[in-house]
């Protein structure tokens, strides 16, 4: 739909962004971890670990990535929204109060933050032409965001009703610490906060590995050569060192979110809506012209 030196500009773009996007998960999972489990472990061994089993998955194929997700959503999803309900039973829901007191430039700032949860979803783009159902495409996408919508809106709504709205802006993980600080019944499990970060644990695998997949896809369909493997053991290393360079949780949550606002915007809202009206332009040539 567009011309060959631009769509290579815009496909090493994206691969551009998912190796920023990984390179933060990756140090920001990592700091999580040392604090939460791995006090002394260095950042090498738990980035390199998460790299190797993320990049082993990737370069299984599509597939292979299919099914781990059927099994990862199960084993997140279901745990997190019983944590979620256990949570929402010990909160005061009354810090949710004065409701809709922003302005609208308040507002529309914090919605348009909120979008970076669904950093990712242009992944699609690059799916479909794996996919033998085609029409299915729109409606599991549409699922996917009304998901991901919910989930946030719950975490957020239980974070401020545990904190407050004022305590919750010095908390650093504030979701992680609520689960953690929230004592499951019977306590048949002692070390509830390696519970809570397996949870994280394997949302950063599914994440990285989804990242490493896509990037080396859409490298080797731009430059046609070589062999998918080894675009991902080059996407792989590139990952680490930008995620070594990152040693500061400070920078990570700048180029986290310079990375979304100039990058993510563009993938995620300016380039499908492109894409979209050339579609429909090029049908119409079509038409005419037959």
Known sequence: MLTKPIAFVLVFGLV????????????YFAEIAKHVLLYNTPFTVIAISLLIVSAYAAGK???????IG??????????????????GANVDFSELKPVLSSDAPQFFEGAFHLLFAFSGIEFILLISPYLNRHKHVSSRAISSIFA???LMCA??????????????QNQMWPVLEMMDATPLPGSFIERQEALMMSFWILSVFAMVSAGLFF??????????????????IIISILTFILSFILNDIDLVYQVKELNF?????????????????MAKLRRINHGKNS
């Open 155 to 168: 975490s957020i709504v239980l974070a401020i009703c545990r904190f407050g709205p004022y305590n919750l």
């Open 148 to 150: 991901i919508g919910v």
């Open 70 to 87: 059927q099994i990862i959503i199960w084993l997140i999803f279901i745990p997190l929204i019983f944590v979620f309900i256990i949570v």
């Open 215 to 232: 990037a080396s896809v859409a490298a080797k369909s731009a430059l046609k050569v070589g062999k998918h493997k080894h675009y991902l």
């Open 61 to 67: 194929g599509i597939e292979t990535r299919a099914r």
């Open 16 to 27: 551009f962004r998912i190796i920023v996007s990984m390179a933060c998960e990756l140090r």
């Open 261 to 277: 606002f100039y990058m993510g915007t563009v993938y995620m809202l300016i380039l499908p809506i492109i894409l979209l009206v």
